[in-house]
T-cell receptor, first 117, second 116 residues
């Protein structure tokens, strides 16, 4: 149980275009999901906390208008990178908390490799 | 704010060697502590966790004990295998409450390579 999927696993887009990444909890409901960014050989940086039915909470320094997050259902959150630039190339990872659990454990997706050319 | 510090890597060991990866933390409250593992090209997987002082988390031969007095959560394994080669992340999560949602704070990660 507690499986989180991400789609796509890899995406290449041209500079100036937008790309959407989906994060799904497959066998549980997730009121809260998290979006991270990971640079090569570096740790994960929390970008934002996504809450079903409300606006996402962004970490300091993360551009809200560039990284649009929508958590429209209890099993799906999306991250849209708008007007992508080469510096947005990175590994994006989502995680989800099981709404039915009392612990605060997060289950991670496999990640999405974004390359902007 | 909260922070997690891991020993710098990379760590290179021979198969069956003993492994220790140090992790210390600073936190304002009473956090839960985690070790995550990331295999090449994959996302993070929870390896083990501990939620209170003196708790020992264990999984797949790995162990870590929550030491409140030294604010540490060192990862150990008595005999590593080639398949243990991965990046290991120490992390903490404050208790969720109010506007907090139990956010994870990660250490910088330690690359482990095990040779046959």
């Amino acid at each position: 149980g507690a499986v989180v999927s991400q789609h796509p696993s890899r995406v290449i887009c041209k500079s100036g275009t937008s790309v959407k990444i989906e994060c799904r909890s497959l066998d549980f409901q997730a009121t809260t999901m998290f979006w991270y960014r990971q640079f090569p050989k570096q740790s994960l940086m929390l970008m934002a906390t996504s809450n079903e039915g409300s606006k996402a909470t962004y970490e300091q320094g993360v551009e809200k208008d560039k990284f649009l997050i929508n958590h429209a259902s209890l099993t799906l959150s999306t991250l849209t990178v708008t007007s992508a630039h080469p510096e947005d190339s990175s590994f994006y990872i989502c995680s989800a908390r099981d709404s039915g659990e009392l612990t605060y454990e997060q289950y991670f997706g496999p990640g999405t490799r974004l390359t902007v050319t | 704010g909260d922070s997690v510090t891991q020993m710098e890597g990379p760590v290179t060991l021979s198969e069956e060697a003993f492994l220790t990866i140090n992790c210390t933390y600073t936190a304002t409250g009473y956090p839960s502590l985690f070790w995550y593992v990331q295999y090449p090209g994959e996302g993070l997987q929870l390896l083990l966790k501990a939620t209170k002082a003196d708790d020992k988390g264990s999984n797949k031969g790995f162990e870590a004990t929550y030491r409140k007095e030294t604010t540490s959560f060192h990862l150990e394994k008595g005999s590593v295998q080639v398949s243990d080669s991965a990046v290991y992340f120490c992390a903490l999560s404050e208790r969720a409450g109010g506007t907090s949602y139990g956010k994870l704070t990660f250490g910088q990660g330690t690359i482990l390579t095990v040779h046959p």
